[in-house]
């Protein structure tokens, strides 16, 4: 607490400023002079015939006559004062017919690289690989006749370090009719931050901080953050330390990006039920738009803007260069832990532990695993303990909790209950009720007394995290609080999940917190954040890994079967909505599911046509991409897997 309150005198006695000041990135900027007469990277007038005049079908792509000569290409780069990339394919690497073929390097790609931040750090590579089209895995021991091809990846990537870069490539993409992508460190489920024949701007290394003691708005006064748009989660942390264990909303993941994506669809995390979501914490937001201009969105000025970058959804309105946020005291939690099982069997064969997502599944433990027999007595054994979340979230808690299904009426189901300002005494009383109800139902658990904290929330993270990439599928839904009110409505809702998991065959993973309104405070409380949020005690997903090698008829199919079991959820939750995040990109009616639809989706697509009338941003199911779908190259559309970004993007033909 010291250096907390050391901090926080040292700011009251030396930064008297209101509002914070730019970071030093952010005031190199693309000038008229470093124009000259090279209009490819010239600024747009929206109100231009540029903006409102004919308009080409399709982007250029690779092999089109007006897509950009190497001397183009040349010139882009010496703009960006040597910021332009091509990157290798990571997986060319195990590819004997590519000239980067290096047998050692593919083994450390396969067997190696997931346990390093390789895959985040490399400016290509996202974190699930289907939409990329899956056209150049690594693997160990390919043969000669194995294709590596760039598929869905970027053709350029833009290494964003200052504002100037992003302006310049911004501007390139527009003037030139080229495709643009954002990436940060590839935690992206949909194919957002990918596309065939695109131009990639990577604002990984954005890596700026700033405490602020004292920040005073019209509508905010206290503690707060400026972050650039690419420190990720386990980054922040150690800010949070170094500013004397200060609280910030953060990401729950380590290595998700603290702004960017995140805070654009909303933004969950440990501290949701507390503070609310990462899209209320904002204050202010810079941003470069659609035009080259770079601007700041807040209470204050560009007001619309601002209201549509929190929760109104990323890769629409412009790139995020940094974001003010509320900062807290410091603060602790503590947590309790479930796991039960049934028909569990001692190991599991690998074949169907590489199938699990998540990497959650608790060790075998024969005291909590039922038998085979008691099928009803495991799901009532659930929805207590999910029932048992709604005091969790009123004391600005949180759970975490997955249910797997093992094979031969064999599930496994393990939850953590995290609060926030309790002692572990209280904990403890609050979950007794639980257990013992638990434990009448024959669930062994037993209930033990947390040790009291030594660190802060707002502590140093002991790993960077690691990641690799895989073939998640995530689909999604917000269930609101009416559903855990009514008994005849829970029980249906439990209905509609059991069969996604007991007959669907897939994961469910749910994470409980209650986001609403009177949590979000100001300016939070006025945003474009889905409404759906607002009533929300659980966002469950039903996940699966899908196979490598399907064709896109076999996708189809599997598409319809999720979407089968999903629509038993939406009928249990009519009028509610999914998180874009861990959305579904085959998501039906999107526009009221991930952003509440109506007026209020309309006032997200004026904001849309004002600030980008040229449609330079794109990303499948965020605002105004109704107008927009991506097409197979050779024109057949059979062969264009579901929802890829192996194709070229072009204006819907009404």
């Known amino acids: 607490m ?10 009251s006695l030396f930064l008297a400023s209101v509002r914070a000041e730019l970071f030093a990135f952010e005031n190199v900027r693309l000038a008229e002079s470093d124009i000259g007469n090279f209009s490819a990277i010239s600024f747009a007038n929206s109100s231009a015939r540029q903006a409102h005049g004919p308009k080409p079908r399709c982007n250029v792509f690779p092999g089109d006559k007006n897509w950009p000569s190497v001397t183009e290409w040349n010139r ?7 910021a332009l990339l091509r990157p290798e394919i990571p997986g060319a690497a195990c590819y004997p017919s590519e000239p980067t073929y290096d047998p050692e390097r593919c083994r450390f790609l396969v067997q190696q690289a997931g346990r390093t931040h390789f895959w985040l750090d490399n400016p290509l590579t996202t974190l699930t690989q289907w939409p990329q089209g899956n056209t150049c895995l690594p693997s160990l021991n390919l043969t000669t006749t194995a294709n590596c091809a760039r598929g869905g990846w970027p053709e350029y990537v833009v290494n964003a370090t200052t504002v100037k870069h992003i302006q310049v490539a911004i ?25 065939a024949g695109s131009l990639s701007v990577w604002v990984h290394n954005l890596k700026s901080f700033e405490f602020i003691p004292e920040y005073k708005s019209a509508v905010y006064s206290g503690m707060a953050v400026r972050i650039g748009a690419g420190v990720e989660s386990w980054e922040m942390f150690g800010h949070m330390a170094d500013s004397g264990n200060i609280t910030v909303v953060a990401p729950g993941g380590s290595t998700v990006g603290s ?23 904002a204050l202010e937001i810079n941003v470069v738009t659609a035009d080259g201009r770079f601007l700041t969105a807040s209470s204050e000025e560009n007001q619309e803007l601002f209201w549509a970058l929190r929760g109104g959804g990323p890769s629409t309105y412009g790139i995020m260069t940094s974001v003010v946020l509320k900062a807290y005291p410091p603060l602790k939690t503590i947590s309790v832990s479930i796991a039960f099982s049934i ?40 929805k207590l303990t999910y029932q048992f979340g709604t005091p969790v979230l009123l004391l600005g808690g949180f759970t975490y909790n997955y249910i797997y299904p093992l094979g031969n009426n064999s599930f496994s189901f393990t939850t953590s209950h995290s609060i926030p300002d309790i002692s572990p005494e209280g904990i403890v009383s609050l979950h007794k009720p639980l257990f013992l109800s638990l434990n009448r139902l024959g669930i062994n658990v037993t209930l033990t007394t947390p040790r009291v904290p030594t660190t802060f929330y707002g502590s140093r993270r002991a790993s960077s995290g690691t990641a690799s990439p895989a073939q ?34 897939y994961t469910f993973h749910g994470i409980g917190y209650s986001p609403s309104l009177a949590i979000a405070g100001t300016p939070g409380n006025n945003s474009a954040v889905n409404p759906a949020w607002r009533e929300t005690v659980l966002h469950a997903s039903l996940m699966e890994l899908q196979p490598v090698n399907l064709t896109p008829a076999q996708a189809r199919e599997r598409d319809a079967k999720a979407k089968y079991y999903l629509d038993m959820w939406r009928e249990v939750t009519p009028g509610s909505g999914a998180y874009l995040n861990e959305g579904d990109p085959a ?22 046509k004002r600030y980008d009338p040229w449609g330079v941003f794109w990303a499948r199911t965020t605002v105004g991409s109704e107008d927009w779908e991506v097409v197979p190259v050779d024109g057949e559309a059979e062969d264009l897997y579901p929802f890829s970004q192996n194709g070229r993007l072009c204006r819907v033909v009404n």
């Open 2 to 11: 010291l250096l907390f309150e050391l901090a926080t005198l040292l700011g």
């Open 76 to 82: 882009l780069n010496a703009s960006l004062d040597g």
């Open 171 to 195: 501007n390139f993409a527009r003037n030139k009719n080229i495709r643009l992508v954002i990436k940060n460190t590839g935690h992206d489920f949909g194919g957002r931050s990918m596309g």
């Open 259 to 281: 702004v960017g994506g995140w805070l654009a669809a909303g933004g969950h995390g440990a501290l949701t039920s507390k503070y609310g979501l990462g899209a209320d914490q």
């Open 343 to 382: 028909n569990q069997p001692p190991t599991l064969p690998p074949n169907l532990t590489n199938t699990l997502p998540g990497g959650f599944l608790p060790p075998y433990n024969p005291a909590t695993n039922l038998p085979v027999t008691e099928q009803e007595k495991f799901w009532e054994a659930i």
């Open 472 to 505: 998640t599928r995530y689909r999604s839904r917000l269930f609101p609080r009416e559903n855990w009110i009514s008994a005849e409505l829970y029980n249906q809702t439990w209905d509609a999940i059991r069969k996604g998991v007991a007959e669907g065959g």
């Open 587 to 608: 998501e039906p009616d999107w526009q009221r599911s991930f952003f509440g639809g109506g007026e209020r989706y309309r006032r997200l697509l004026a904001v849309k």
